[in-house]
């Protein structure tokens, strides 16, 4: 079975294997319309669903009359509040340990609240009988404001909870050392202090949240289709919520359009859909409207913050934040359990600091629940929005520039690996090359020269930069569980008789482009040809556990198991061609797809002749088992840390008010980058996100509770005429414990883009409008506003 | 009420109510599933098929207001197995992640270079902002496009 060399391929044939700009697997039936999203799925006797919501923010429900809905041809069934008390599904356990009611019994506690579920023929019937549904409300004050939440005489928004006397979600969580924090701001040169809001915004994937739920009453089987981003996690929970073996319950994933953290959470119309199926014996399918998905499911951020800035020598050294986080009516935010506030306490940035002190207050408020991270490792969006506007207004305080003061400031190379004063441990980093890299592209002392001769003669320019830390890749089970499970990911890699792969994987991409990724990183660990691995997700039975993709854990987490799996095999086909050689495992040396003899090149064994020769009857090493695959659980030893520079340079039109962005540039520094192209468009799509977050997109409600902002009429998203054409650099600064030296990525431009153009929009009006603050979204009327002196918070 | 609409060069007829959207009977009746819905009010642009060439929005436009017409989804892009340019661009030049909007921005980049062949940057961005992507940022979108207008030109001087 020896083969000698002649049989590799020649340099001129060399395999189109491992990291690189592959184009995508997955493109092939996109673009010709045959993926397979969740409304493309028709089950033989699938029914409708849909969900009657509630028109107000606080209301005691009176009665519901269903008895006209039932009566119209085609529905088959309403249900409510009382009927899912009797299958014990009236409430569901929320992912931050609270609950959320499934259908509102008692009363809402939001508008656009679950109140019933109709089931008919078809989605227009199903639409047509909540029409018909006829609900009596009596109205209750509402709290829309979260520091009002507060006051001792504002109405008790969860009564239903025992002991709850007040709006409080959570108790306070601090982090860092208050007194010596105190002590460093007691003995700085400069302190500043801002108001600061990150206001509520949609993560808004295009495809929105659906279900459908196949229940069969003769086996007990429960099949599931649901775009979410963490099926595993889903059906353990469904097995806990509903009463049902978790071995009998299956869901598969498909298509995903999109996540962004939108479909990590459970939600009520999931349960409803697998209610249904149980009442009706029959596939339900649910899948909400826009206006369902941007009213009810899981929102971003609403950060009230208070931060304080504080620097000795021109260097800063201290932070204090306060925070009060506004979780809507049930807390369903999205964290690790130890982690009330997610990973915000990492809003100590990129910078040495001596101290830091972080005090986060969660309210209830009658809004909707949420608090997902949108396209961010766990409020660290938050984090570093607030620590790089604080930086920004203390260099305007100071009178110099920006940079300089970061470049000052940031952690050093040789501090690495670096404890925060709050408790990180960051791995790796060269922050200041990142800085200059970014300096570079932009031309950035020509940009200061440009905005000097355009203010001159009037006109509005900015130039506004950010630099952030990310932690992801969540986590080491050590630290981090949800739900109690740990956050750690299987991979399952079997490599066929004829040398093709399959790699079963945990993460659930949404447009990531797993298949082609994860199928490269095989590639280069075995050299099998890509096109060879098939990616298998997305599909709890043909899967490993794993808690899926979120907070930029992929390439982390799962990326790191697929590394490991492939290593592990490719030990065991060492020994397997010791044998096939006649020689010792030790005296084999490793070339992509190849193991040969040391010092003997030619002898040697291709990766599929190893495992032909494993299916075979031949003789496999002593106390070895044939074939050739391998499992592993991948723990990761730490987050890992990206990084990277931005700088957004704004155009505002003194007449209007418009804020244009002009210029883009993104330098991101995310370790050794496995297929720099899907890499560049993750970075794309979250710097439009960025623009969006700062320019346009907010969930915003009146004073009795009223979503403002509940179509893509009123939630503005960016098109292609708002985005400029972005300018990518990148840095390698390999992450030191991932076994492919890489770190995530795809959150890190939505994270560090809007600090970068909110500082541009302030840099544009400090000197002529004496701006010193402004609060996203930056729409001509809140900028107008602000340069009339009016700047005003978000509502 | 029976209908008939003309769906990629088939007819189509179905028993419809009055109120059946045109993106409802092209994803039921004969299942062409390519076609996506997003929001409801026109803006997102993921259901766009073109009627008579014209790119629309199927999602705002009643199934009966499409009689007489031809409708064109994505599923007719690809003739016999080659690849429409648009579609090779968008791969060649990863214009997708998730793939949602795919098919309302190959419609509507399609019938942007039926009518302008060599399209500028602004004029391509200008023809997808009624398009919305929420995973690509639109840069590679427009560098697709521009692929398959170069490559379209570079077979037709091929052909002369």
């Known amino acids: 079975m020896a083969t000698t060399a002649p049989n590799l391929p020649s340099p001129e044939q060399e395999r189109p294997i491992g990291f690189g700009r592959l184009k995508r697997k997955e493109d092939a039936r996109f673009i010709r319309g045959q993926g397979t999203y969740l409304d493309d799925i028709r089950l033989p006797g699938m029914v409708h669903g849909a969900i009657l919501r509630s028109p107000y923010a606080h209301a005691r429900i009176v009665s519901i009359d269903t008895s006209e809905a039932l009566a119209l041809p085609g529905v088959a069934a309403v249900v409510t509040a009382k009927d899912l008390e009797t299958l014990g599904l009236a409430w569901m356990p929320t992912i931050s340990y609270d609950t959320q009611a499934v259908l509102a019994g008692d009363k809402v506690r939001f508008q656009g609240q679950e109140v019933a579920f109709v089931i008919a023929t078809d989605e227009y019937i199903a639409r047509d009988g909540c029409a018909l549904i006829d609900v009596e409300y009596e109205p209750l004050p509402a709290v829309v404001n979260a520091r009002k939440a507060l006051d001792p005489d504002a109405p008790l928004i969860r009564d239903d909870k025992d002991g709850q006397v007040d709006n409080l979600a959570s108790p306070t969580w601090e982090a860092g050392d208050e007194e010596a924090t105190d002590r460093v701001f007691a003995e700085a040169d400069v302190v500043v202090k801002r108001d600061i809001i990150y206001p509520r915004c949609h993560p808004a994937p295009l495809e929105t949240c659906g279900m459908i739920a196949d229940f069969n009453p003769k086996t007990g089987q429960l099949d599931i289709y649901n775009g979410n981003q963490a099926p595993n996690v889903h059906r353990t929970v469904y097995a806990h919520v509903a009463g049902l073996a978790e071995h009998m319950i299956r869901i598969r994933c498909n298509d995903i359009g999109g996540g962004f953290g939108n479909k990590v959470p459970v939600y009520p119309g999931y349960v409803c859909a697998i209610a249904g199926s149980i009442v009706a014996g029959v596939p339900v399918k649910w899948i909400e409207d826009r206006s369902e998905n941007l009213m009810s499911t899981g929102f971003a951020r609403d950060y009230i913050m208070h931060g304080e800035i504080c620097a000795k020598d021109g260097k800063i050294t201290g932070l204090r934040v306060d925070v009060i986080a506004d979780h809507g009516a049930f807390d369903s935010t999205a964290q690790p359990t130890k982690f009330p506030a997610g990973f915000f306490h990492i809003c100590c940035g990129s910078y040495d600091l001596e101290a830091a002190h972080v005090k986060v207050k969660a309210v209830y408020t009658n809004k909707a629940p949420g608090g997902v991270a949108y396209r961010c490792s766990f409020r660290i969006t938050e984090a570093v929005y607030l620590v790089e506007r604080m930086v920004h207004a203390l260099a305007l305080e100071t009178g110099e520039d920006e940079i300089d003061l970061r470049m000052r400031s940031f952690i050093r190379p040789e501090q690495f690996p670096y404890e925060t004063t709050t408790g990180w441990t960051f791995d790796s980093g060269n922050y200041a090359e990142t800085m200059k890299v970014a300096m570079e592209i932009a031309g950035y002392d020509e940009l200061r020269r440009e905005q000097a001769e355009k203010r001159a003669r009037g006109e509005l320019m900015g130039i506004g930069v950010s630099f952030f830390t990310e932690g992801v890749g969540a986590g080491p089970r050590k630290h981090m569980d949800i739900l109690g499970m740990s956050m750690n990911d299987g991979a399952d890699l079997r490599v066929h008789p004829s040398g093709k792969a399959m790699v079963s994987i945990s993460a659930q991409t949404q447009g990531q482009g797993h298949e082609t990724t994860f199928a490269q990183i095989v590639a280069e660990e075995l050299g099998i040809p890509p096109e060879d691995i098939q990616v298998r997700h997305g599909d709890t039975d043909r899967t490993p556990y794993g808690l899926g993709t979120y907070g930029s854990r992929s390439t982390p987490v799962s990326g790191a198991a697929v590394a490991v799996v492939s290593r592990k095999l490719r030990d065991k086909a060492r020994l397997i061609a010791a044998t096939m050689l006649e020689t010792r495992p030790e005296d084999l040396a490793w070339e992509k797809g190849r193991w040969f003899v040391k010092g003997d090149a030619e002898q040697g064994a291709l990766i599929e002749e190893i495992a032909a020769y494993a299916y075979s009857g031949a003789p496999m090493p002593e106390g070895l088992e044939g074939g050739l695959d391998s499992q592993v659980i991948y723990d990761p030893p730490n987050l890992t840390y990206p990084y990277g520079a931005y700088i957004a340079v704004v155009d505002i039109d003194p007449e209007t008010a418009q804020v244009t962005v002009r210029r883009f540039i993104a330098v991101d520094d995310c370790g050794v980058r496995i297929n720099p192209m899907i890499v560049d468009g993750q970075i794309h799509g979250g710097l439009a996100e960025g623009i969006g977050i700062a320019l346009m997109e907010l969930i915003s409600f009146d004073e009795e509770g009223n979503c403002l902002n509940s179509s893509f009429m009123d939630y503005l998203i960016p098109t292609a005429l708002e985005c400029p054409d972005f300018e990518l650099g990148e840095t390698v600064t390999p992450c030191p414990h991932h076994p492919l030296g890489a770190k995530g990525v795809g959150e890190s431009p939505n994270v560090g883009s809007p600090p970068a153009i909110v500082n541009a929009v302030i840099d544009a009006l400090h000197q002529t409008h004496g701006v010193d603050h402004i609060d996203m979204p930056c729409t001509p009327a809140r900028v107008w506003r602000a340069m009339q002196g009016n700047a005003e918070p978000p509502q | ?160």
């Open chain 2, 1 to 160: 009420m029976e209908i008939t609409i003309t769906i990629n060069g088939t007819e189509v007829s179905r028993d419809v109510e009055p109120r059946t959207l045109l993106i409802h009977f092209i994803r039921d009746t004969p299942g062409l599933t390519g076609t996506h819905w997003g929001c409801d009010t026109s803006n997102c642009g993921a259901c766009v098929v073109l009627m008579d060439g014209t790119p629309i929005k199927s999602c705002t436009t009643l199934a009966a207001m499409a009689v007489g017409h031809e409708i064109a989804t994505v599923e007719s892009l690809e003739v016999d197995g080659r690849l429409d340019p648009i579609q090779q661009g968008f791969h060649e030049l990863h214009a997708l992640h998730c793939g949602f909007c795919t098919p309302g921005m190959l419609m509507t980049t399609r019938a942007l270079l039926d009518e302008n062949p060599d399209p500028s940057d602004h004029e391509i961005r200008t023809a997808i902002s009624g398009a919305i992507c929420r995973c690509t940022g639109y840069k590679n979108i427009v560098a697709a496009v521009r692929w398959a207008a170069d490559h379209e030109a570079a077979t037709k001087q091929e052909a002369r």
